[in-house]
């Protein structure tokens, strides 16, 4: 069975960290890219970074370039969201999302995602 399982998530302050962690299983993560994405209410789900399986190339969206940091632990099958500087426009729910194309083409559309986690809701606070 396939699974993906974010945790991580809460209400921090507004300038705050938090460490997003997407935990896989049930299919081969080296195949597969690893992308996160978030939805806030009422808004569309947004793609906020991507790391790719060929050659580690990570890739983010401009909302969140030089904030959130994003990294793979193989040996783990996890993959990790590092979130710094966070403001109350980050709020929102955060998924995690495996696309059975390894290489790196950037933030993709989230069509291109196979398997997607549960979610994992981040406030930040002003």
């Known amino acids: 069975e396939v699974q993906l399982v974010e945790s991580g998530g809460g209400l921090v302050q507004a300038g705050g960290s938090l460490r997003l962690s997407c935990a896989a299983s049930?299919?081969?993560?080296?195949?597969?890219?690893i992308g996160w994405f978030r939805q806030a209410p009422g808004k569309e789900r947004e793609g906020v970074s991507c790391?790719?399986?060929?050659?580690?190339?990570?890739y983010y969206a401009g909302s969140v370039k030089g904030r959130f940091t994003i990294s793979s632990d193989n040996a783990k099958n996890t993959v990790y969201l590092q979130m710094n500087s966070l403001k109350p426009e980050d709020t929102a729910v955060y998924y995690c999302?495996?696309?059975?194309?390894?290489?790196?083409?950037?933030?993709?559309?989230?069509?291109?995602?196979?398997?997607w986690g549960q979610g994992t809701q981040v406030t930040v606070s002003s």
């Open positions: 790391i790719s399986r060929t050659d580690g190339s990570t």
């Open positions: 999302a495996a696309s059975p194309d390894p290489r790196g083409v950037g933030v993709r559309p989230d069509y291109e995602y196979d398997y």
């Open positions: 049930g299919f081969t993560f080296d195949d597969y890219a």
